[in-house]
Every structure is written in structure tokens, then in C-alpha cells.
């Protein structure tokens, strides 16, 4: 680290702290030539990717506009900030440690579409309908009708693991008869 002073390139460091939030740590430094005192702060580098818009345009990360929209699309519902606030985090997360210096509009929308669709299916069917800007109402019912077949599955699914666990009972059962 350059001394401001003098320009030297050495210095020692006498003190080293690291910031309330620990996201930086703050050093004092003396230089090596000169003797004078100075500050310097690292920081971990946070490696969020810029957006690249349908059009092609980049730009930076924005996650209020995504905590917003999630917000908006929860209205009413029965979410709790915390749990929206929580969703965001994961998915600012996976598009962190996606390592990309890019990524895709539409594939935050996906990642939040996934979200949303565990979450509370009509904030999702809300989020998806202004996202992805259906066509018409035709392009919206289809995929009303994979959430409700999807949903149909998994209840279906939990029927039958339902039924497993009562059958595996009463072969309990007979077992003890026998
Ligand atoms: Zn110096």
C-alpha cells in the first residue's frame, strides 16, 4: 500500500480491526520511509452480477425492486415479511454464487417464480401473470391448469404415501395376530 505521504510503496501495519458489521476490516498503517500514519479499509469484493434486460441492457442488481415486487405480489396473502425478506436472500444468493458476471432478467424471474410457487400459489399465479406478461388469457389458463394438475399430483402423492403408511399398519397388525 502506497504511503499518501511519500509515495513509498511499504508500510507496517500497527493496528487492525474489523468493522461492526464485519464486512470490512480497518488498518492502521506507518509507513516505512516517512513515519506518517494512515488508514486503510478492506472489504470482501461482492460479486453480484449485473442483469442483462430482454432488450440487452445491463444493469446493476436491484434488490428492493425484486423485494418490491414480491411484496406486491403477496398482498393480502397470508406471508409474513420475514418469510419475503427471506425468499429474496435466496435468490440474491443463487445469483451470487451462480459466479456469473451476467445473468439472464428472465432467470431471476424463474428463480423467484420457484420460490413463489412454494411459498403461496397465488402470489405466484399474481408474480407470474405481470412476469411473464402472458399473451393472452389462453397462455394464463395453461398455466393455471400445470399449477392445479401439479398441485393435484402432490396431493395424490401424499394419498398414496397415506395409504402406505395405513396398509403397512395393518400388516402390523396381522402380523400380531399370527
Ligand atoms: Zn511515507
Redesign the pocket.
Known amino acids: 500500500m502506497k ?6 510503496p511499504e ?1 507496517s501495519v500497527i493496528d487492525s480491526r474489523t468493522s461492526k458489521d464485519n464486512l470490512s476490516i480497518r488498518r492502521r498503517r506507518v ?6 500514519r ?1 488508514t486503510t479499509y478492506e472489504r470482501v469484493e461482492e460479486a453480484v452480477p449485473l442483469v442483462a434486460k430482454k432488450d440487452g441492457r445491463l444493469e446493476a442488481f436491484d434488490r428492493s425492486k425484486i423485494l418490491n415486487g414480491v411484496i406486491k405480489a403477496c398482498e393480502k396473502r397470508p406471508v409474513t415479511l420475514n418469510q419475503i425478506e427471506k425468499l429474496v436472500e435466496r435468490v440474491e444468493h443463487r445469483v451470487q454464487d451462480s459466479g456469473d458476471k451476467e445473468i439472464k432478467s428472465s432467470q431471476i424471474g424463474q428463480e423467484i417464480m420457484k420460490e413463489l410457487h412454494e411459498l403461496d400459489q397465488v402470489a405466484y399465479v399474481r408474480f407470474a401473470s405481470v412476469y411473464r406478461q402472458f399473451k393472452d388469457i389462453n397462455e394464463f389458463m395453461d398455466e393455471l391448469k400445470d399449477l392445479i394438475e401439479k398441485d393435484k399430483q402432490k396431493r395424490v402423492k401424499q394419498q398414496q404415501e397415506f395409504r402406505g403408511v395405513l396398509s403397512s399398519e395393518k400388516m402390523g397388525g396381522q402380523g400380531r395376530l399370527f
Do not use: A, L, W
Not at 3 to 8: A, E, Q, R
Not at 31 to 36: F, L, P
Open positions: 504511503c499518501p505521504f511519500c509515495s513509498h508500510s509507513c516505512d520511509e516517512c513515519g506518517n494512515f
